[in-house]
């Protein structure tokens, strides 16, 4: 089987270019050294995001966009497609990996999505370490405040030819408190099956309209053009909602596809056995 891994940095203008490419190839690097020595799609999606959520330039984790009380407030969410094991966790505030605590409620298989004081309540339960909520609001954050894009997500293929997707984000800035996004919704933000594993960014309200991330899946079926799929859902969302998206999709034969809305750009790195690009 074909392995690749395909992580994309969100949607939209974005400033610190030149770190967030950095940051970009070490998130591929990272998820790709796991797929190389026999790992799962599941775990490598999630090491390419806990990466990013390190990194103060993306929207999600640390440096997370700040809500309407100035504060950090996180959604995430994983999926593997051949089980249909899937996590999620949302509105959390005082994790630093949001995407750890969605495979540790993954893992434990009794939810798939749990949100605020109750998601908070879990990772107690589990002993998953929690921060104090300021120490993720950035100094960068609190001057921008309202512009911050770069939600974070990642699709990888397995040697088994299994698939996973990974999504994380500080969601929208300014939003209200107790907000989720598309992020946590599997079908909307984030979604894998069998055929295709698939992450979106962009405006979540209208992502969650879509049901973007399922619309291509089901797409895929009557298509199977991973390329031609991304193209055509992001077409279809700009004809039938508001906003701008961005998707990456990789189907299980390790082929991937990815696509923005017109006028934007969707920071994204590929490993394949070929190598690794970082681009736009
Ligand atoms: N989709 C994310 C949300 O609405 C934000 C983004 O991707 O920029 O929460």
């Given at each position: 089987?074909?392995?690749a891994?395909?992580?994309?940095?969100?949607?939209?203008?974005h400033?610190?270019?030149?770190e967030?490419?950095?940051?970009?190839?070490?998130?591929?690097?990272t998820?790709?050294?796991?797929?190389?020595?026999?790992?799962s799609a599941?775990?490598?999606?999630?090491?390419?995001v806990?990466v990013?959520?390190?990194?103060p330039?993306?929207?999600a984790?640390?440096?997370?966009?700040?809500?309407?009380?100035?504060?950090?407030?996180?959604?995430?969410?994983?999926?593997?497609g051949a089980?249909?094991r899937?996590?999620?966790?949302?509105?959390?505030?005082?994790?630093?990996?949001?995407?750890?605590?969605?495979?540790?409620?993954?893992?434990?298989?009794?939810?798939?999505?749990?949100?605020?004081?109750?998601?908070?309540?879990?990772?107690?339960?589990?002993?998953?370490?929690?921060?104090?909520?300021?120490?993720?609001?950035?100094?960068?954050?609190?001057k921008?405040?309202?512009?911050h894009r770069?939600?974070?997500?990642?699709?990888?293929?397995?040697?088994?030819?299994?698939?996973?997707s990974?999504?994380?984000?500080?969601?929208?800035?300014?939003?209200?408190p107790?907000?989720l996004?598309?992020?946590?919704?599997?079908?909307?933000?984030?979604?894998?099956?069998?055929r295709?594993?698939?992450?979106?960014?962009?405006?979540?309200?209208?992502?969650?309209?879509?049901?973007?991330a399922?619309?291509?899946?089901?797409?895929y079926?009557?298509?199977p053009?991973?390329?031609?799929?991304?193209?055509?859902?992001?077409?279809?969302f700009?004809?039938?909602?508001?906003?701008?998206?961005?998707?990456?999709?990789?189907?299980?034969?390790?082929?991937?596809?990815?696509?923005?809305?017109?006028?934007?750009?969707?920071?994204?790195?590929?490993?394949?056995?070929e190598?690794?690009?970082?681009?736009y």
């Amino acid at each position: 089987m074909s392995i690749a891994i395909l992580v994309h940095g969100g949607v939209g203008p974005h400033d610190f270019q030149t770190e967030r490419e950095q940051g970009m190839e070490k998130a591929v690097h990272t998820g790709y050294a796991i797929l190389e020595n026999g790992g799962s799609a599941l775990d490598a999606v999630q090491a390419a995001v806990r990466v990013l959520e390190d990194d103060p330039t993306f929207n999600a984790g640390t440096g997370s966009v700040l809500n309407e009380l100035g504060e950090v407030e996180t959604d995430a969410a994983l999926m593997e497609g051949a089980t249909r094991r899937a996590g999620a966790v949302g509105a959390l505030r005082g994790v630093g990996h949001p995407v750890e605590l969605a495979r540790c409620l993954l893992e434990e298989g009794r939810h798939v999505l749990l949100v605020g004081e109750g998601a908070l309540r879990f990772a107690r339960e589990h002993q998953f370490p929690l921060v104090e909520p300021r120490t993720l609001v950035t100094a960068a954050q609190k001057k921008h405040w309202s512009d911050h894009r770069g939600t974070v997500g990642a699709v990888a293929a397995d040697h088994r030819g299994h698939l996973a997707s990974a999504t994380s984000t500080g969601g929208i800035a300014g939003k209200h408190p107790g907000r989720l996004g598309d992020t946590p919704l599997i079908g909307s933000g984030t979604y894998a099956d069998q055929r295709l594993a698939v992450s979106c960014t962009g405006d979540g309200e209208s992502i969650i309209r879509m049901v973007l991330a399922h619309e291509a899946a089901c797409r895929y079926r009557e298509r199977p053009e991973p390329a031609q799929v991304a193209r055509e859902s992001i077409e279809r969302f700009g004809l039938e909602v508001p906003g701008i998206a961005g998707i990456i999709l990789i189907d299980s034969g390790g082929r991937t596809g990815w696509a923005a809305s017109p006028g934007t750009s969707m920071l994204h790195g590929l490993a394949t056995p070929e190598g690794i690009t970082v681009g736009y």
